[in-house]
Nanobody, 124 residues
Framework: QVQLVESGGGLVQAGGSLGLACSASGNIVSIVSMAWFRQSPGKQRELIARMGVDGKTDYAASVKGRFVISRDTATNTVHLAMNDLKAEDTGVYFC??????????????????WGRGTQVTISS
């Protein structure tokens, strides 16, 4: 299993910046990617940014050029730097770890783990 603890978030004015961090523990070696999702009021949870173990990243179109996902392998922490924030960036941000568990003789078993979420509110 993997445990995820988010930090950061809060209230910031439009145009400002904010950073989130997600610290992973547990079965770290099973993680194949880590990501940030956002759930805005009245909307479904959506993928914002993802980084694979190979360092490859991808972003939602709505945040590309404004948000940057990065990782600190020494501390098993993934960061999300959010710049030029807009009112529509408001929501609860969840950290996600996608894992594959390998057992001899069996196909790899995928599993997703989630943090508890952290609120980000942008005031206009």
């Amino acid at each position: 299993q993997v445990q995820l603890v988010e930090s950061g978030g809060g209230l910031v004015q439009a145009g400002g910046s904010l950073g989130l961090a997600c610290s992973a523990s547990g079965n770290i070696v099973s993680i194949v990617s880590m990501a940030w999702f956002r759930q805005s009021p009245g909307k479904q949870r959506e993928l914002i940014a993802r980084m694979g173990v190979d360092g490859k990243t991808d972003y939602a179109a709505s945040v590309k050029g404004r948000f940057v996902i990065s990782r600190d392998t020494a501390t098993n922490t993934v960061h999300l730097a959010m710049n030029d924030l807009k009112a529509e960036d408001t929501g609860v941000y969840f950290c996600n770890a996608h894992t594959l568990l390998y057992t001899s003789g069996l196909p790899p078993k995928p599993a997703d783990y989630w943090g508890r979420g952290t609120q980000v509110t942008i005031s206009s």
